[in-house]
């Protein structure tokens, strides 16, 4: 199986910002998209923003310009840049990534366990 370990969350103001990473570990033949979803309480779970193994990015509209997101493809690891952070942008973070655990198996989506982000003065 693949796990995936996020690290990087927690309480900053306003405008602050911090940094998620998210590694990927196990049994790992081939990965492919990695990114990020958040869930706010009571709210759906968005997409945040997602990096192909090429390094094609694609963001929610309300993270552009703020949210860079990247990769290590040496590493297995995601990362997920913010800047400029609003409340608006509490959430529990997940992120997750499109593996292929052996060569026996197909494709399948992995999650970590999720980190909080609270943006609050």
């Known amino acids: 199986q693949v796990q995936l370990v996020e690290s990087g969350g927690g309480l900053v103001q306003p405008g602050g910002s911090l940094r998620l990473s998210c590694a990927a570990s196990?049994?790992?033949?081939?990965?492919?998209?990695m990114g990020w979803y958040r869930q706010a309480q009571g709210k759906q779970r968005e997409l945040v923003a997602n990096i192909t193994s090429s390094g094609s990015t694609n963001f929610a509209d309300s993270v552009k310009g703020r949210f860079t997101i990247s990769r290590d493809n040496a590493k297995n690891t995601v990362y997920l840049q913010m800047n400029s952070l609003k409340p608006e942008d509490t959430a529990v973070y997940y992120c997750?990534?499109?593996?292929?655990?052996?060569?026996?198996?197909?494709?399948?989506?992995?999650w970590g366990q999720g980190t909080q982000v609270t943006v609050s003065s």
């Open positions: 196990g049994s790992i033949f081939s990965i492919n998209d």
């Open positions: 997750y990534a499109m593996a292929r655990p052996s060569v026996f198996r197909w494709w399948d989506q992995f």
